[in-house]
């Protein structure tokens, strides 16, 4: 490829990744409260401490993958972050206390925060032509799909009841990894930058 060109079948894969990625987020945010509370029996301020270690989790994450995206690359890091998403849901479904969700958040947010700049950055390869549009899209996609989706993973919460959001969540992570490992690797020159 040149310089400059646009790859809107790649940046059509990516845009799936970010939809996957930013319903999960947004879901485990709304339901994990709810999903702890509900099986574990704890108190719903214990349960706004599970929040708040996953946005602890999520800034040292943000961090700790771009440092691992300079190492490995873009498209790997993507990668190696989305195939352990649908793991870290599945773990805590299979958590068998309370205090077990604790680790497994960490893997979840290596999943969910770790990849954000390979994925912004990789957007910006893929349209080189469009590089402003390619950020918009990226960061405004990632912030804003899951706010307008989750809200039908609630009605399924309604009408299945809490654990099934965790199946869903599960089949989401299968979806992104599938996504992650389709996206083609952008120029040799722009993945080693």
């Known amino acids: 490829r040149t310089p400059g060109e646009n790859d809107w079948s790649a940046f059509a894969r990516l845009t799936v990744v970010i939809f996957c990625r930013s319903v999960a987020l947004t879901s485990l945010l709304a339901f994990l409260p709810l999903y702890c509370i509900e099986r574990y029996g704890i108190t719903e301020a214990f349960s706004s401490v599970l929040i708040s270690f996953l946005c602890i989790c999520g800034a040292v994450m943000t961090i700790l993958g771009g440092w691992v995206t300079d190492r490995v690359g873009l498209v790997r890091a993507c990668r190696l972050g989305y195939l352990t998403m649908a793991p870290s849901f599945a773990l805590i479904i299979l958590a068998p206390s309370v205090w077990w969700i604790f680790p497994v958040l960490l893997l979840a947010s290596f999943a969910l925060n770790g990849t954000y700049a390979a994925f ?70 722009a993945d080693a930058a």
């Not at 919460?157 to 083609?184: K, R």
Request: proline share 4%; hydrophobic share 55%.
């Open 120 to 189: 912004v950055v990789l957007g910006q390869y893929y349209l080189g032509r469009n590089v402003g549009l390619a950020s918009g899209v990226t960061l405004g996609l990632s912030a804003s799909l899951g706010g307008i989706f989750t809200p039908l993973i609630g009605m399924a919460a309604d009408a299945w009841g809490l654990s099934a959001v965790m199946d869903i969540l599960v089949g989401i992570g299968v979806l992104c990894a599938v996504a992650a490992f389709s996206l083609p690797q952008p120029r040799a020159s």
